[in-house]
């Protein structure tokens, strides 16, 4: 059994990206300074010691399969239900092949190994049931992020996505860039118990940080090294944005 795998989720079908030449690719195919987006969220987890990689592919999921070949392996999404009926894709894949699995969207170019590394290390010291990352900005609205709601002695207590937030919820300036460790055997165990009883109408994976809570484990968040790590990409222009901030860590 590996101590760590990952699992990343790659079959959106990018309806705000728009079209390249007149023919729909998947969002994470889209080229990123001429690599695909997703290539660079691989590189990240591969780049910080996690060699079992999981693509979650749906929507025109042979352009991935035939990028990466066999340097990865797949589970499919049919259907787009949700992040958390994604991840619950990779059980057959993954189920008793891992210790923890970190989890994140193929959409996020801009994480940083050493920044995965680091948040590994949070994971291993403090042994929680989950670990992320979070990211404190006055840009939250702009992101479309979920607020992250603490308790009143500053502990992890749930996730709510921006659509489902009430008016003092939206003023939160921590939110989440979806970047998870779980312990493998607690998410597997508990990622059925996931409902849609949001305004999407979809299985959240931000509903297993409070029902662990519920059953009285504990979640750590660990802030991004630099605000921009936790860019996602679902446009073009947010594409353009990317390519800057790489540009200018060179």
């Known amino acids: 059994m590996e101590k760590y795998a990952a699992i990343i989720l790659a079959a959106g079908k990018g309806t705000r990206m728009g079209d390249v030449n007149g023919s729909p690719i998947p969002k994470v195919m889209f080229r990123l300074n001429e690599k695909p987006i997703i290539e660079y969220s691989v590189n990240c987890i591969k780049n910080a010691g996690i060699n079992k990689v999981v693509l979650v592919v749906g929507y025109k999921r042979e352009m991935v399969q035939e990028y990466f070949g066999d340097k990865v392996l797949y589970a499919v999404q049919e259907e787009q239900l949700g992040t958390g009926h994604a991840v619950s894709m990779a059980k057959d894949v993954l189920d008793g092949e891992a210790e923890s699995l970190i989890v994140f969207g193929g959409d996020n170019p801009l994480i940083k190994p050493e920044t995965v590394c680091s948040l590994i290390n949070l994971y291993e010291k403090e042994r929680p049931t989950i ?78 940080i409070h029902l662990a809570r519920e059953q009285g484990k504990r979640i750590v968040a660990m802030p991004v090294s630099e605000e921009n790590e936790a860019l ?11 390519e800057e901030i790489l540009n200018n860590r060179r």
């Open 232 to 242: 996602g990409i679902n446009t073009q222009d947010q594409l353009k944005e990317a």
């Open 131 to 208: 670990a992320m990352l979070s990211v404190v900005s006055d840009s939250l609205m702009d992101w479309a992020f979920g607020r992250i709601i603490r308790d009143e002695n500053g502990e992890v207590d749930t996730i709510v996505e921006q659509k489902d937030c009430t008016d003092e919820q939206l003023k939160v300036k921590e939110g989440n860039p979806a970047f998870y460790i779980f312990d493998a055997a607690w998410l597997w165990g508990n990622i059925t118990k996931l409902k849609t009883e949001n305004v999407q109408h979809e299985l959240y994976l931000t509903d297993m």
